[in-house]
Each structure stands twice: as structure tokens, then as C-alpha cells.
């Protein structure tokens, strides 16, 4: 499966934009770029996911490179309620299974200050 | 409902206790998935189940064992787990098919050895 690589922590004041990066130089033509994120003492919750095309819905924005080779996911504004580890995953998918499976990296855990 | 329930939320139990984990969706997925996540460790897929077949077994020992009775039950049967084996027990769902499906994940059963 390809990787992904993104920093371990960022910081970012409440109600102002953050850019949460993610480098994938090795992703493949038919992988989509998936973000989840896990609140504590939680489950992992899907965010966004796209292909080629930048993406909006209401929790955030994704930008992918022209390249593929990076993304970036955008909250435009923080609240306290997105403190969070946020995880970058490219789908893979499994021969034969029909299900694409999850292959989490580190994330970054975003700390939000009031 | 977009729900997964899982339960119990907390577990404790011994060496030689046999116990077990339910999982349970009502969204009509097909996909079932366990996942192990250790302390400040991302998800590590351990099972998956598509159309109630096991179709992924992430080289996990014969201790944990998987069985999904019907397309909304998914159990994990646990028997002389070892105290390494402390962890969240996340359980995800998907639809089955497509690299852009999300999996939506319930909070969790929080198992410790002792």
C-alpha cells in the first residue's frame, strides 16, 4: 500500500483556518485520498475523500496537488470541537474482497486553543 | 442511522476468562471490520467480513476469533488473551464495492488483561 506522511502535531487558534498537510509520493492512479479524524475517547469519523479534483462539504475542504503527490485537508474555521488526530489514507483496494480497507499512519494531532 | 453500537464499552478480564465483543449496524452494509488500537497508536485492521465471510485475517492469533452471525452482528470471541492484548476494539462498517465508501466506526469496546 502506498504511504502517507504527515507531522506528528499542529496548533491552531480557534476560529481561524487550518491547512493540515499530507505528502503520498507514492500513490497510485486509481487511489483515493480519504481524511478521518478520531475526537478523543472516540471512533475514527470520516471527513472528506476525493481523486484529482478538489473537494468541499460541510466539515472541510480537501486540495489535492496536480501532481497527487500531496493533499491538503482545510478546516476554515477551528473550533474546540476539532481538536483531534486527523489521519490521511489512501484506499487500497483488496483482490477479490470487494471491501477497500483502512491502512491508518501516525496523523496529526491538531490541539485547538481557545 | 448512521450508528455502529458496540458493546461493552469496558472490559476487564483474566488470562483464562473467555469473553466476547458485539458489534452491531442496521445501514445495510455488507463490510464488516475489526480493528485493534493500542495507546496513542492508529487503528490496525485485524478482520474483515464481507457478506458475512471472512475475507481479511491480518495475520492475527487463533486467541481472538472473529464470527459474523447475520449482515448486522459482528462478534469477537476472545480466549487466554495475553496483557499486550490491552486495547480499544474499534468495529467498523461499509457498504461493499466502490474505494470511495466510507466506514463508520463505533466507539469502541476498551479491553484490559490482567
Known amino acids: 500500500d502506498a504511504k502517507t506522511t504527515q507531522p506528528n502535531s499542529m496548533e491552531s487558534n480557534e476560529e481561524e483556518p487550518v491547512h493540515l498537510p499530507c505528502n503520498h509520493s507514492?500513490?497510485?492512479?486509481?487511489?483515493?485520498i480519504h481524511w478521518y479524524r478520531q475526537l478523543p475517547s472516540q471512533g475514527p469519523e470520516y471527513v472528506i475523500h476525493?481523486?484529482?479534483s478538489n473537494v468541499n462539504n460541510r466539515m472541510a475542504s480537501l486540495a489535492i496537488a496536480e501532481d497527487r503527490k500531496s493533499s491538503t485537508l482545510i478546516l476554515h474555521r477551528a473550533t474546540l470541537r476539532d481538536a483531534a488526530v486527523y489521519y490521511c489514507?489512501?484506499?487500497?483496494?483488496?483482490?477479490?474482497?470487494?471491501?477497500?480497507?483502512?491502512?491508518f499512519g501516525k496523523g496529526t494531532k491538531l490541539s485547538v486553543i481557545p | 442511522d448512521t450508528e455502529v453500537t458496540q458493546t461493552p464499552k469496558h472490559l476487564v478480564m483474566g488470562m483464562t476468562n473467555k469473553k466476547s465483543l458485539k458489534c452491531e449496524q442496521h445501514?445495510?452494509?455488507?463490510?464488516m471490520y475489526w480493528y485493534k488500537q493500542k495507546a496513542k497508536k492508529p487503528p490496525e485492521l485485524m478482520f474483515v467480513?464481507?457478506?458475512?465471510?471472512?475475507?481479511i485475517n491480518e495475520s492475527v492469533p487463533s486467541r481472538f476469533s472473529p464470527e459474523c452471525p447475520n449482515s448486522s452482528l459482528l462478534n469477537l470471541h476472545l480466549h487466554a488473551l495475553q496483557p499486550e492484548d490491552s486495547a480499544l476494539y474499534l468495529c467498523?462498517?461499509?457498504?461493499?464495492?466502490?474505494?470511495?465508501?466510507?466506514?463508520?466506526f463505533g466507539p469502541g469496546t476498551r479491553l484490559t488483561v490482567l
Open positions: 467498523a462498517s461499509s457498504r461493499v464495492g466502490l474505494p470511495t465508501d466510507t466506514q463508520y
Open positions: 489514507i489512501l484506499r487500497a483496494s483488496i483482490s477479490g474482497a470487494g471491501s477497500y480497507q483502512l491502512t
Open positions: 445501514m445495510g452494509h455488507r463490510a
Open positions: 467480513y464481507s457478506y458475512e465471510k471472512l475475507s
Open positions: 476525493g481523486l484529482t
Open positions: 507514492t500513490i497510485s492512479g486509481t487511489d483515493y
